[in-house]
């Protein structure tokens, strides 16, 4: 069985009115490479929810990490780090329960 990796582009960002996504270089950018930016209302996360449900789910998975391996704090970016890509490697439904690989 072969593997096809069909290629997929970025059409819509979405995100709340924080100080590093509003900066005008951003918009000229995403305006050449063809992307379009939504803005949700600030402090308001349920307007955002599938990025409040993958946050949840990524601190979670690392929390248990740490309290199961007694990692030392200062280690914390390298467990999220981790728990990040194990999540990026699992299958989903989105992706019809297939990897990336």
């Known amino acids: 069985m072969e593997l096809q990796f069909i290629p997929l582009k970025l059409l819509v960002l979405c995100n709340d009115h ?18 379009t930016h939504e803005l949700t209302q600030a402090y308001i996360p349920s307007h955002n929810g599938v990025l409040e449900q993958k946050n949840r789910t990524l601190f979670e998975k690392a929390h248990l990490m740490v309290l199961d ?7 914390w970016a390298n467990v999220v ?3 990040n890509y194990i999540i ?3 299958p989903t439904r989105a992706n019809n329960g297939m990897t990336m690989y």
């Open 18 to 35: 924080e100080g590093e996504h509003v900066l005008r270089y951003f918009f000229t950018f995403w305006t050449k490479v063809g992307i």
């Open 69 to 75: 391996a007694q990692t030392p704090r200062f280690l």
């Open 81 to 83: 780090n981790t728990a």
């Open 88 to 90: 990026n490697q699992s």
